[in-house]
């Protein structure tokens, strides 16, 4: 099956500068890949999702990026502010499949 | 106002004893999904649904049981077979499976002693 790498599990940046999370997987047949973000003590959200036909997608200050011949994708979140801070998620889910298949997290801290 | 909602927010429970955690969405998803998440380990899949009266058994469904008897409901019991229930558990509905987005319950802290 699938399997998902996240890293790092912690990461603090000042506020302002910009964070990268990066996620490799597994199963090249996966074909969709979601961010969420999880604040204490409540369910994820999604941020922002790629779909393999596409290499780079942007929302705001927020953007993923896509290679798949490397299998990898990463979260970047530009100008920092403290309400950043939580818990990211990467995802990825095969086309072929029924579930998605998550990482362990990486916990972001903004510093003010 | 759509979404998914979990109840009860905190659950006890003594060891040995069946608990039901409930899942609802009023989103008119097809697919529903029961995670477990502990600490520094992401979210596990227990079982999914892709439709009523049909479920999937996910990576870590030994010890749980469900139902889908209703669209909109997915209740998740956890059975005294489940070795270490303590968890955070999330619900998560989606308009169909594979690619489509999952959309996340609140979810249920379960404490057993």
């Known amino acids: 099956g699938e399997n998902v790498e996240q890293h790092p599990s912690t990461l603090s940046v000042q506020e302002g500068d910009s964070a990268v999370i990066k996620c490799t997987y597994s199963?090249?047949?996966?074909?969709?890949f979601p961010w969420y973000k999880q604040e204490l003590g409540k369910g994820p959200q999604l941020i922002i999702d790629?779909?393999?036909?596409?290499g780079e997608k942007k929302d705001q200050r927020i953007a993923v990026t896509l290679n798949k011949t490397a299998k990898h994708f990463s979260l970047h979140i530009t100008e920092t502010q403290p309400e950043d801070s939580a818990v990211y998620f990467c995802?990825?889910?095969?086309?072929?499949?029924?579930?998605?298949?998550f990482g362990t997290g990486t916990s972001l801290t903004v510093i003010p | 106002d759509g979404g998914i909602t979990q109840s009860p927010k905190y659950l006890f429970r003594k060891e040995g004893q069946n608990v039901t955690l409930s899942c609802e969405q009023n989103?008119?998803?097809?697919?529903m999904y029961w995670y477990r998440q502990d600490p520094g380990q992401g979210l596990r899949l227990i079982y999914y649904?892709?439709?009523?009266?049909?479920?999937q058994k996910g990576d870590i469904a030994e010890g749980y049981s469900v139902s889908r008897e209703k669209k909109e409901s997915f209740p998740l019991t956890v059975t005294s077979a489940q070795k270490n229930p303590t968890a955070f558990y999330l619900c998560?509905?989606?308009?169909?499976?594979?690619?489509?987005?999952?959309?996340f319950g609140p979810g249920t802290r379960l404490t057993v002693t």
């Open positions: 995802a990825a889910s095969p086309n072929t499949g029924n579930q998605f298949y």
């Open positions: 998560a509905s989606s308009a169909g499976a594979g690619d489509y987005e999952q959309y």
């Open positions: 649904s892709q439709i009523v009266n049909d479920f």
């Open positions: 989103l008119n998803h097809d697919a």
């Open positions: 790629i779909r393999s036909n596409v």
């Open positions: 199963d090249s047949a996966s074909n969709y």
